[in-house]
Nanobody, 124 residues
Framework: VQLQASGGGMVQAGGSLRLSCAAS????????VGWFRQAPGKEREFVAG????????SYGDSVKGRFTISRDNGKNTVVLQMNSLEPEDTAVYFC??????????????????WGQGTQVTVSS
């Protein structure tokens, strides 16, 4: 599966961005999809994940209550709505296809296909 992440940009603290992850080549509708982020000098961090049905979601502690993940399997897309952004959210954001359908992994190795990333910059 080829993944294309888009929607990144620069925003002031308190603002919002909407990231999209589009799949091509093969559907990812039968698998979990996750968003991760990596800031300069830091390890990649789990942000959010969603089961293939969309019924189950999981969030990293630092984004709970501010970010929302959703998916449209008919359109082969997953969206990450990011509200109340903080400078600490500045990072490159990646989407990835999980190895399982219902269990949402929070570690890199639980995902098999990765997009190229989109930069999010939040200014104070």
């Amino acid at each position: 599966v080829q993944l294309q992440a888009s929607g990144g940009g620069m925003v002031q603290a308190g603002g919002s961005l909407r990231l999209s992850c589009a799949a091509s080549g093969r559907t990812f509708s039968r698998y979990t999809v996750g968003w991760f982020r990596q800031a300069p000098g830091k390890e990649r961090e789990f942000v959010a994940g969603i089961s293939w049905t969309g019924d189950s979601t999981s969030y990293g502690d630092s984004v709970k209550g501010r970010f929302t993940i959703s998916r449209d399997n008919g359109k082969n897309t997953v969206v990450l709505q990011m509200n109340s952004l903080e400078p600490e959210d500045t990072a490159v954001y990646f989407c990835a296809v999980g190895r399982r359908a219902l269990v949402i992994g929070t570690r890199d190795r639980e995902y098999r296909d990765w997009g190229q990333g989109t930069q999010v910059t939040v200014s104070s």
